[in-house]
């Protein structure tokens, strides 16, 4: 289910940080002085020709009655220059600004997906991944549009605004006086009902970012939603969401408007009143036509830019918004961080791993421990199997071995290094993870099992196929091993997926192999082949297996029996089923009487 935004967290954090936050985008503007002083000289270039312009026509009017007429020809030829200066410093501007942004926004793009790549699963319990994607790409579009335009055209506005005000009192100082009394009544409404835009652009931001987080839901459950004919639920759902998005959207739209039908009446009544007071003061001698023209082209320069200011101002609220979202990205906390000066891995790695005093409640459920109290040694080489109920806290011992999770209390070990002293993606790589539900990638057959190494020959692939019983099925696909699977494997049945996900730890080739359920998908052959391929596996490095069905464990050198995050009871499977204890009644609910002795 999508989160809810609360308004009043939302309305929190724009007071707190308002546009201020788009001063973090300055670290990826950094690296492109350059391109950012280019386009900047662009933009002062054609903000000056803008001003320049007036000039001209005033020198026009003012001897449009002159008998030479050379001059008005001067005067025209040096409009047609302003003209090409202003056209060759609007195309440069335009190209610059427009390269930096893409460059820009590309960098956070990566940035974020950087950041977020390598957060341990706590930071996905509070965040969905479909918001996470709504960030790189709405947020970023935004920021984009941002600055490969608004900030351009608000920044050369700004220039107009202060260089024709400048040159207005130059012109005329009394009705440069006139309409600097309008002014105020400008700002007031700019800056009242831009905090509410504020407040209304980042409340349809997070509701975006729901909408696309509830439909990557629905669809990548698709099949269970169609299965349990939920169709008519998730379009009611996912609609519910996209109308309250287009709500706070038509609210924020309809502020915009507001502010910009305020603005531009207020500045162009003021803009009306100034050339009627200029038109008196022609009649009375007190100025001439030309110097009256120019004042008035300067004024209809200055009104278009406030007025372009204040429509750019709902964007720049916009983007404040969006940076903000993608800054809580980049700042966010990981539960899980490497120390600052790791320990080396052990080498070679041994595969002996100890729990010692292991307490562990999932962020999400804080008040349940899934691990307590738990004391476990497994030497090198060992063949482990995890049995118990569900709950019991078995899966939670495969992902504190793998450090997804840190301990509460207590710490766990690889050949005596604890787990939090070591860099993770150093240890990591000495660990093979076939989990319940296979990860299968939109490539290839080959492409999926090679992930387990990527600088594995297609010799070596076909290899660890083999040994997971999966060369057969795979060589009889269109294209054999480079048949495209679809995504998430949509293409293949469950225990294909299950061989592919045993192929690739079999390739990785790593001292200690995880198996949280991995024969769960397959048929009984597959089963029988596979697990042989495991025994021989687990001959040589340390084995943890997670399972339900006791047959695939009947062989592990030792057996843990979990309940409610505490091993109850350990030994081999005899013995276990001579205690009677809950190991012996649950495989006397799996087995015959024969077969459980």
Do not use: C
């Not at 002083?37 to 003012?62: F, N, Y």
């Not at 407040?199 to 349990?228: C, H, K």
């Not at 409640?361 to 804080?366: D, T």
């Amino acid at each position: 289910m999508a989160r809810t935004p609360k308004a009043a967290d939302l309305q929190d954090r724009e007071k707190s940080k308002r546009l201020g936050i788009l001063a973090e985008l300055w670290p990826f503007l950094r690296p492109y002085r350059p391109l950012l002083t280019g386009a900047i000289l662009a933009l002062v270039l054609t903000a000056s020709v803008a001003l320049v312009l007036p000039l001209a026509v005033r020198r026009v009017v003012d001897n449009f009655a002159a008998e030479d007429g050379a001059i008005l020809d001067q005067y025209f030829g040096a409009a047609l220059l302003i003209a090409a200066l202003l056209a060759v410093g609007t195309g440069l501007r335009y190209m610059l600004v427009t390269r930096l942004g893409e460059r820009v926004v590309a960098d956070i793009r990566k940035a974020v997906f950087d950041r977020v790549i390598a957060m341990s699963p706590a930071f996905f319990e509070r965040l969905m991944t479909g918001e996470v994607l709504s960030r790189i790409t709405t947020d970023t579009t935004l920021i984009l549009s941002v600055i490969s335009s608004s900030v351009s055209i608000a920044l050369r506005n700004l220039l107009i605004f202060l260089g024709g005000m400048g040159l207005m009192l130059i012109t005329s100082p009394k009705l440069t006086g006139m309409v600097l009394l309008i002014v105020p009544l400008v700002i007031v409404p700019i800056l009242t009902l831009g905090r509410r835009m504020r407040i209304l652009s980042r409340e349809n931001q997070d509701w975006i970012a729901n909408s696309s987080g509830n439909a990557s839901e629905a669809l990548l459950s698709v099949q269970t939603v169609q299965a349990f004919t939920h169709e008519g639920e998730s379009r009611a759902r996912f609609a519910d969401v996209t109308e309250r998005s287009h709500d706070a959207a038509r609210r924020r739209i309809n502020t915009r408007a507001l502010m910009t039908v305020i603005v531009i009446f207020l500045v162009f009544s003021g803009v009306v009143g100034v050339l009627w007071m200029g038109a008196r003061d022609v009649r009375a001698g007190g100025m001439s036509a030309g110097s009256l023209v120019q004042f008035v082209i300067y004024s209809v320069m200055v009104a278009g830019a406030v007025a372009a200011l204040s429509e750019i101002w709902g964007e720049l609220q916009r983007a404040a918004g969006a940076t903000e979202r993608l800054v809580e990205l980049l700042q966010a906390d990981d539960p899980v961080t490497d120390p600052s000066a790791p320990k080396p891995v052990p080498r070679p790695v041994k595969g002996a791993i100890d729990f010692e005093g292991v307490r562990f409640a999932y962020p999400s459920r804080p008040g349940t421990l899934a691990l307590d109290d738990l004391n476990l040694s497994i030497k090198a080489g060992e063949t482990v199997a995890l049995v118990g109920p569900s709950g019991a806290g078995k899966t939670s011992v495969i992902q504190m071995i793998q450090r997804f999770y840190d301990p509460d209390e207590g710490r766990v070990t690889l050949d005596g290094v604890a787990l939090s002293e070591m860099a993770r993606h150093d240890f990591r790589r000495d660990l093979a993870l076939v989990p319940q539900d296979p990860v299968i990638f939109a490539a290839s057959a080959r492409d999926n099992i090679r992930f387990g190494r990527l600088d594995a020959t297609d010799a070596e692939v076909e290899e660890a196929a083999r040994a997971a019983a999966a060369y057969d099925f795979i060589s009889a696909l269109p294209d054999g091993f480079d048949t495209y699977v679809g995504e998430r494997g949509v293409m293949l049945s469950g225990g294909q997926k299950q061989r592919i996900a045993i192929a690739r730890a079999i390739l990785r080739d790593a001292a200690v192999l995880l198996l949280d359920e991995a024969t769960s998908s397959l048929d009984a052959e597959s089963e029988r082949a596979v697990q042989h391929a495991v025994d021989a596996m687990a001959r040589t490095r340390t084995t943890i297996i997670v399972a339900h069905r006791l047959a695939t464990v009947k062989k592990a050198d030792r057996i843990i029996v979990m309940d409610q995050g505490r091993i109850v009871a350990q030994g081999t499977h005899d013995s276990l089923v001579s205690e009677n204890g809950l190991y012996a009644r649950l495989a006397r609910l799996q087995f015959t009487d024969g077969e459980v002795a």
